[in-house]
T-cell receptor, first 114, second 114 residues
Framework: GESVGLHLPTLSVQEGDNSIINCAYS??????FIWYKQESGKGPQFIID?????DKRQGQRVTVLLNKTVKHLSLQIAATQPGDSAVYLC?????????????FGPGTRLSVLP | EAQVTQNPRYLITVTGKKLTVTCSQN?????MSWYRQDPGLGLRQIYYSMNVEVTDKGDVPEGYKVSRKEKRNFPLILESPSPNQTSLYFC?????????????FGPGTRLTVT
């Protein structure tokens, strides 16, 4: 079946270091891939997306890389700060004759150590 | 302030007692959706709506109903709740179905069915 998974459920990094969060997906028909940040007790917050015809996209302190050959997605956070501590969710979107389908991964918890 | 609101935020109910979780957005978004979030399973889409009077099933629609009579509101109805519907529910919206990958989520509704 289709799935979006994660290589690591938890990640701890030192403040100021770079973080890399990985995600695998299985649907080769997905047209967009998305990263969300979810803080405790809150709803997911959109961070960045990447279209399937791109392999890299940069935002403010974040970069998303897409490798369609191995169906792998990653989120890089530069100079990680305490405020980056949260669960990070990857997701993909596919559109077919039946409508839209979103598949979310279970999330990676990022802890930033002082 | 642009936001998605949900009510109630917390609800404990008994099996079989009909309930409605309301969702409202003030951003004039066309696209709205409902998700449930369960440990280890990630977010799963229940229903979505591309515009007023247009709704479609997501991955886990069984036991739920929705309606979209107005652009700003998208209530989730559980006609006969069961314990397996105990979950954390999120409503989300985006400007259009084409931009549905960039969703703005509400704060969540934690539902417990006993």
């Amino acid at each position: 079946g289709e799935s979006v998974g994660l290589h690591l459920p938890t990640l701890s990094v030192q403040e100021g270091d770079n973080s890399i969060i990985n995600c695998a997906y299985s649907n080769s028909a997905s047209d967009y891939f998305i990263w969300y940040k979810q803080e405790s007790g809150k709803g997911p917050q959109f961070i960045i997306d990447i279209r399937s015809n791109m392999d890299k996209r940069q935002g403010q302190r974040v970069t998303v890389l897409l490798n369609k050959t191995v169906k792998h997605l990653s989120l890089q956070i530069a100079a990680t700060q305490p405020g980056d501590s949260a669960v990070y969710l990857c997701a993909d979107r596919a559109i077919d004759n039946y409508g839209q389908n979103f598949v979310f991964g279970p999330g990676t918890r990022l802890s930033v150590l002082p | 302030e642009a936001q998605v609101t949900q009510n109630p935020r917390y609800l404990i109910t008994v099996t079989g007692k009909k309930l409605t979780v309301t969702c409202s957005q003030n951003m004039n978004h066309e696209y709205m959706s409902w998700y449930r979030q369960d440990p280890g399973l990630g977010l799963r889409q229940i229903y979505y709506s591309m515009n007023v009077e247009v709704t479609d099933k997501g991955d886990v629609p069984e036991g739920y109903k929705v309606s979209r009579k107005e652009k700003r509101n998208f209530p989730l109805i559980l006609e006969s709740p069961s314990p397996n519907q105990t979950s954390l529910y999120f409503c989300a919206s985006s400007p259009s179905w084409q931009l549905s990958y960039e969703q703005y989520f509400g704060p969540g509704t934690r539902l417990t069915v006993t």
